[in-house]
């Protein structure tokens, strides 16, 4: 089995892992927002915490990059928290789609903090996959569009902490960025949980458990994809994580979208995948 193919299987894990999370969130029922957002958080952090015992990397990262870790952390707890919030407003596949959109928003912020030069490719992919999200968001003057969003600005905030992760990649080890990130936001979150508890039955603290389990498989699961085969390789295979929601969406809970959401979905999954075909290295003549 080739490292590509590894690769594939590791991102296709991760998408189910996801997609799960994303289904148990929204099966959690009428549970604050930030309760929700801390279990996940606080589920993922004890995972974490295990791999950087066992793999002896730094706890807390080194001090030189405490600002970073920190801005990481930030936009990260910003972006699950309204991401939670538009699962519990949108269709789960609306939901997951418009987060998807997080991988054209760290192009663009790349290169507004990182002087990354935009590709024409990656332009027209960005234009494209804007137009589609016009389609899932259907904008009107209503208070209906306000989890579209918000669903928006969680994909804003995802990519912020993508394009800081890009920076902090070669400086600290991936355990050690996610422990501190699930650390942060569940302190974070903390008084939030405290000050508006919501009493769980025994279903809803199985699923927000499980929840955080299924996170964190899915973001082991997208590092061991990375390690095995580069992004531009294998990323196109982290859009079945919308093909999971949707197939979720409607034998749980009998939702179908609607047909713009539908041509949305095709719009913008036909710019990520215009982007990977332009990504994708070539073979050299002689292989062909």
């Keep these: 089995m080739s490292n590509v193919t590894k690769g594939i299987i590791c991102l296709l894990i991760a998408s189910l892992g996801f997609s799960i999370?994303?289904?148990?969130?929204?099966m959690s029922g009428d549970l604050p927002t930030m309760q929700k957002a801390f279990f996940r958080n606080f589920i993922s952090m004890i995972v974490a915490f295990g791999f950087v015992l066992y793999n002896?990397?730094?706890?807390?990262?080194?001090?030189?990059?405490?600002?970073?870790?920190?801005?990481?952390?930030?936009?990260?707890?910003?972006?699950?928290?309204?991401?939670?919030?538009?699962?519990?407003?949108?269709?789960?596949?609306?939901?997951?789609?418009?987060?998807?959109?997080?991988?054209?928003?760290?192009?663009?912020?790349?290169?507004?903090?990182?002087?990354?030069?935009?590709?024409?490719?990656?332009?027209?992919?960005?234009?494209?996959?804007?137009?589609?999200?016009?389609?899932?968001?259907?904008?009107?003057?209503?208070?209906?569009?306000?989890?579209?969003?918000?669903?928006?600005?969680?994909?804003?905030?995802?990519?912020?902490?993508?394009?800081?992760?890009?920076?902090?990649?070669?400086?600290?080890?991936?355990?050690?960025?996610?422990?501190?990130?699930?650390?942060?936001?569940?302190?974070?979150?903390?008084?939030f949980v405290i000050f508006n508890f919501y009493p769980m039955s025994s279903k809803q603290l199985v699923l927000l458990i499980t929840a955080g389990l299924m996170a964190s498989i899915g973001q082991f699961g997208i590092t061991l994809a990375y390690q095995f085969a580069e992004a531009k390789q294998i990323s196109i295979f982290f859009y079945s994580t919308v093909l999971f929601s949707a197939l979720f969406s409607i034998i749980i809970f009998k939702t179908i979208p609607d047909a713009y959401s539908i041509v949305g979905y095709i719009i913008v999954f036909s710019a990520s995948f215009y982007m990977f075909m332009k990504q994708r290295p070539r073979k050299p003549l002689h292989e062909k």
């Design 56 to 191: 002896r990397v730094p706890m807390f990262g080194h001090r030189q990059n405490q600002k970073l870790l920190i801005a990481r952390s930030v936009f990260g707890v910003i972006g699950v928290i309204l991401f939670f919030y538009s699962l519990d407003h949108l269709v789960l596949s609306d939901a997951e789609m418009l987060n998807k959109l997080s991988p054209f928003f760290t192009i663009i912020l790349c290169s507004i903090f990182l002087n990354e030069r935009i590709r024409k490719f990656q332009m027209i992919s960005i234009i494209i996959a804007f137009i589609g999200t016009l389609f899932i968001i259907k904008p009107e003057l209503s208070l209906e569009v306000v989890p579209s969003l918000i669903a928006l600005l969680g994909a804003i905030s995802a990519a912020s902490a993508y394009t800081i992760l890009r920076v902090l990649g070669p400086l600290e080890k991936f355990y050690t960025v996610v422990f501190y990130f699930s650390m942060f936001s569940t302190i974070v979150l903390l008084p």
């Design 21 to 26: 999370m994303g289904l148990c969130i929204k």
